[in-house]
């Protein structure tokens, strides 16, 4: 199986499809989660919503593993997870759901540390 970090808050692992839509469709912005594929174990998916709370219109896309490190996400091919993330977030104007269930204390002070770290790299660009 490949190897993304559990410690992304953008990415619910064990969530069904039906599910995703679920919880899509409370909020009242446009917003994505990234899953374990149900249908091709080893690989993933990300479930987009977009619309007016309880009337949203749901996307399902396959992000593909295509070797160590690559991911396939439509006909471009990634050399990060988090890369097939950011662009799909960042030209679509998506906002993502963090995993609940991960909010401990030491979970928080682990994402503020990766986003000081990522703010950093890019202020040195």
Known sequence: MPHVSFLHEWF???ITYESA???LNERNENFVLVRMSQSKPGHFAMTAACGERDKKMFRHF?????????????RKIFT???????????????KYIPYAAK???????????????????????
């Not at 396959?62 to 439509?74: C, L, R, S």
């Not at 682990?110 to 202020?123: G, P, S, Y």
Request: charged share 30%.
């Open 12 to 14: 619910w692992p064990h």
């Open 103 to 125: 909010r401990t204390e030491k979970w928080r002070t682990t994402m503020n540390c990766l986003r000081d770290i990522r703010k950093a790299r890019f202020n040195q660009q």
């Open 21 to 23: 839509q679920e919880m």
């Open 62 to 74: 396959f992000i593909k593993t295509v070797g160590e490190g690559k991911y396939k996400f439509g």
């Open 80 to 94: 990060s997870f988090v890369e097939v993330i950011n662009h799909f977030v960042e030209i679509h104007q998506f």
